[in-house]
Each structure stands twice: as C-alpha cells, then as structure tokens.
C-alpha cells in the first residue's frame, strides 16, 4: 500500500546541536516529497520541496533535505537548532496518478532543551 | 501576495448542527484542498476542487460537502455534525498544476459539543 512513515513521533534535541528526521514513503515510482513545519494553533509552512534534479534541496530557515532513491528516504536535517525550531514537521508527498493530492505522514514533534 | 485565508478561524457546534467554513485562496490560483488533522488520524485529504469542479475525493462520508465559486474560494460543508468531526479543518491552495505545491491557511477549528 503507498504510505509515508515518519518513524519518529518525538524527538528532544538541546539548542544548537543538529537535527535529522526521518521520512520514507512507498509508492510504485517517485512522488514528489515536501517537508512543512506546524507551530501550534497554526497553518503548515512549507519548508522545501523536492521534484527532481540535484538530491540534496534547501528550504528556508537553515533546513536541508536530502532524497535517497534507493532507501525511499526524504530526511530532512538542520546544523545547529534554534529554540524557534520547536514545531511539529510533517513530511508529505504528491504522485498525480495516487489521486493529485498531498499524502502526508505521521509527523515528528521536536522539542528544543535549552 | 496575500497568503491563503480561512474564516472563521475557531468555531464552537452542537451535535446535529452542519457547519460551513470558507477558504479564500492565493490570487491566482485556481485550485483549492482540504484537509481535516486530528490528534487521531493525523491529516486526511477531504477534497479538491479546480476551476469550480471536484477533482478528486477523499475517503469521507457524503456528510462532507464542498464548493468552489467563479472567483475561486470554496467552501466547505458539514452536516450533522457528529462529535468526531472536531478537527482542524486546513485549506491549501495551489496553481493546480502537477507539480502540487500546495500554501495552506491558519485553519479553521471546530470543536463539535
């Protein structure tokens, strides 16, 4: 079945050291992958988006994601994190022929230690 | 640009009462979906509409209704309300095209009583 798994649902990291979350989906070819980052009561940001090309995008506020075709892997990392950067992310995918919309995983909540 | 908006923004419902939330979309764009995000089930695609036409449903019952108008906000229904229904309602919009990059609003909250 297609699928987005964000094996991670907590994750508690101190301010300033780096940060990954993990993202694998399962479809038959390659969607395209988002990340979008939720503060509480809020909208989603979107973060970046990968359609093709150069494997390793930026996106904004210091993340970077990087696209592993043979692990189906879209994790997303950061260098050095930021007390703002407490939110929950959710890493999402588009394929026109599942049904032209977005599917999204589980999502991962970060909590910053000062 | 004015980024997507959703009124009202919180929205307090009896057990039986339908319920009508509207999204306006970003200036040219011609494609709007819903979401509801629960603590449960996460978030579930409702539905899209393009150019004032459904294009695609999600797995909700008939209860969930939606319309796009000429200028491009949509609304979207619910009926019979049912205490399972109290979500974040979220509204993204997008160019429609099928790269799917999709901006969504604040949301709207409805607490169903």
């Known amino acids: 079945a297609q699928s987005v798994t964000q094996p991670d649902i907590h994750i508690t990291v101190s301010e300033g050291a780096s940060l990954e979350l993990r993202c694998n989906y399962s479809y038959g070819a390659t969607p395209y992958l988002f990340w979008y980052v939720q503060s509480p009561g809020q909208g989603l940001q979107l973060l970046l988006k990968?359609?093709?090309?150069?494997?390793l995008v930026q996106g904004i506020k210091g993340f970077e994601a990087e696209f592993k075709r043979s692990q189906s892997s879209f994790n997303l990392r950061k260098p050095s994190v930021h007390w703002s950067d407490a939110a929950e992310y959710f890493c999402a995918v588009f394929l026109k022929a599942a049904g032209n919309k977005l599917t999204f995983g589980g999502g991962t909540r970060v909590l910053v230690k000062p | 640009k004015a980024g997507v908006t959703q009124t009202p923004r919180y929205l307090i419902k009896t057990r039986g009462q339908q319920v009508t939330l509207s999204c306006s979309p970003i200036s040219g764009h011609r494609s709007v979906s819903w979401y509801q995000q629960t603590p449960g089930q996460g978030l579930q695609f409702l539905f899209e509409y393009f150019s004032e036409t459904q294009r695609n449903k999600g797995n909700f019952p008939g209860r969930f209704s939606g319309r796009q108008f000429s200028n491009s906000r949509s609304e979207m229904n619910v009926s019979t309300l049912e205490l399972g229904d109290s979500a974040l309602y979220l509204c993204a919009s997008s160019t429609g095209t099928p790269d799917g990059e999709q901006y969504f609003g604040p949301g709207t909250r409805l607490t169903v009583t």
């Open positions: 990968y359609f093709s090309g150069d494997t």
